[in-house]
């Protein structure tokens, strides 16, 4: 046990007993799982969590309602929560987080990258002992604002900084004039240049050539996809999607690129 206590709150018995055992089988924390939010009110002060885990919909008490009777506890104020939900939309995502939630997780969820995510977010939590390196950056060049936040959010957690464009000529004027960054997100439908016309950009510009770079695109249009991965793209994502799997890409794709250079 690594000493960190988390709060799980679902009331699906099975998701409940997956998540229990991930944390604390693989995580190494100490795990209190209950199924509603009445009874974590009655039990979270005395267990005094360091995290506190929710699922967003539950009878009676929601995962939103439940927070904020929980952060009117003695002591629970500042504890980071984290959500659970099978909606994980731009939109959702936004106002999960103006309830103040460090991160939100989809269902359903690989153990594996449960732990992480919470490592990730305890993580977060820790001050700094050491100079910070600069932090990886990805260009995402998306027109639609709630999908952009979502890569953002999603970028953020896994310590990128997001250089934003939000249609096709931003996307050029960053390509030619802006920052070189770690991964490029782009979206293949945009307004004015579209992504495949940015991506043969990219590829013929020397300093982009080695960028791994993720295509967006829509169910069903296989033949774009097979334009773009020909045009040198390094990989792709139809919307909507499982923010678990954009995370797995980023970081095969980054490990892929370590191990050639």
């Not at 267990?47 to 008490?61: N, S």
């Not at 820790?126 to 936040?149: C, G, K, M, N």
């Not at 499982?242 to 095969?252: G, K, N, S, T, Y």
Request: glycine content about 6%; proline content about 7%.
């Amino acid at each position: 046990m690594n000493g960190k206590r988390i709060l799980l709150v679902d009331d699906d018995p099975d998701i409940r007993e997956i998540a229990r055992m991930a944390l604390g089988l693989i995580g190494g924390y100490e795990v209190l799982a209950l199924s509603s939010g009445k009874e974590a009110l009655a039990a979270a002060c005395e267990f005094a969590p360091d995290l506190m885990m929710l699922d967003v919909f539950m009878p009676e008490m929601d995962g939103p309602q439940t927070l904020v009777a929980l952060r009117q506890l003695p002591g629970l104020s500042e504890v980071p929560a984290v959500f659970l939900t099978a909606r994980t939309q731009g939109k959702d995502v936004m106002h999960y987080r103006a309830l103040g939630a460090s991160d939100v997780i989809a269902k359903p969820f690989i153990p594996e990258h449960l732990c992480n995510r919470v490592d990730a977010v305890f993580a977060a939590a820790q001050p700094p002992t050491a100079p910070v390196e600069s932090p990886r950056t990805a260009l995402i060049v998306e027109d639609d604002p709630d999908i952009r936040y979502l890569l953002g959010f999603i970028l953020e957690q896994q310590g990128y900084r997001m250089i934003a464009a939000h249609d096709g000529s931003e996307g050029l004027h960053a390509i030619s004039e802006g920052q070189l960054t770690d991964i490029v997100i782009l979206d293949i439908m945009l307004p004015g240049t579209d992504g495949l016309a940015l991506l043969d950009r990219l590829r013929a510009t020397d300093r982009w050539k080695a960028v791994p770079v993720i295509m967006l695109t829509s169910k069903g249009d296989e033949q774009t996809v097979t334009r773009a991965l020909s045009a040198g793209a390094s990989d792709y994502l139809v919307k909507p999607f499982d923010p678990a799997d954009l995370v797995d890409r980023i970081e095969r794709l980054q490990s892929r690129r370590s191990s050639v250079s």
